[in-house]
Nanobody, 117 residues
Framework: QVQLVESGGGLVQPGGSLRLSCVASGSIFSIYLMGWYRQAPGKQRELVADITRGGGTKYADSVNGRFTISRDNAKNTVYLQMNSLKPEDTAVYYC???????????WGQGTQVTVSS
């Protein structure tokens, strides 16, 4: 069983920054893929960024150059540094973990990010 605990969301003004964290715990030896998705009201959940155990990354075009994903394999933790935030970044952000390639993903409970003046 894998548990995910997210933190770091909140209210920030446009142009500001936030850092999200997600810690995975449970019967884990190593994690293949860790990532962040988001879902705004009335919209589908979408990929923000993900990162493999080896450090390969993928970003949504809308956040490329503003957000940075990283991970600490020893701590089973993934981070999302969000800079130059825009109102359209407002959403619930979910952590996603795939422990073994091809296995079912695990999801966190979500953390709210609101960008507003």
């Amino acid at each position: 069983q894998v548990q995910l605990v997210e933190s770091g969301g909140g209210l920030v003004q446009p142009g500001g920054s936030l850092r999200l964290s997600c810690v995975a715990s449970g019967s884990i030896f190593s994690i293949y893929l860790m990532g962040w998705y988001r879902q705004a009201p009335g919209k589908q959940r979408e990929l923000v960024a993900d990162i493999t155990r080896g450090g390969g990354t993928k970003y949504a075009d809308s956040v490329n150059g503003r957000f940075t994903i990283s991970r600490d394999n020893a701590k089973n933790t993934v981070y999302l540094q969000m800079n130059s935030l825009k109102p359209e970044d407002t959403a619930v952000y979910y952590c996603k973990v795939v422990v073994i390639f091809g296995s079912a993903p695990h999801w966190g409970q979500g953390t709210q990010v609101t960008v507003s003046s």
